[in-house]
Nanobody, 123 residues
């Protein structure tokens, strides 16, 4: 059974940092590109960042470029999202996805998803 479990969310003041982690099991992690998405209350799910299965390539939404960094540790089957210079508009539930079918800002229908972790940035 495939499982993705996010952790590291919390409440942080504007300008602060958080590091999210997504631990996976039940899949061959090194065969999957990984991604982070987020969803704020009342809004649609939004793409944040992607990383290739080797970790050689990354892709970011313009809204987070230069502030967020996606990385992965294939030995630990885990993907990370380092978030710096956080803004109140970054407040959302953050989801990780294991996705072999897309390299764009839209997840493929076959992607696996975690349950999400709440990030709240106070002004």
């Amino acid at each position: 059974q495939v499982q993705l479990v996010e952790s590291g969310g919390g409440l942080v003041p504007a300008g602060g940092s958080l590091r999210l982690a997504c631990a996976t099991s039940g899949l061959t992690f090194s065969n999957y590109g990984m991604a982070w998405f987020r969803q704020a209350p009342g809004k649609e799910r939004q793409f944040v960042a992607r990383i290739s299965w080797t970790g050689d390539y990354t892709y970011y939404a313009d809204s987070v470029k230069g502030r967020f960094t996606i990385s992965r540790d294939n030995a630990k089957n885990t993907v990370y999202l380092q978030m710096n210079s956080l803004k109140p508009e970054d407040t959302a539930v953050y989801y990780c996805a294991a996705d072999r079918g897309s390299w764009g800002p839209v997840a493929s229908p076959s992607a696996y998803w975690g349950q999400g972790t709440q990030v709240t940035v106070s002004s």
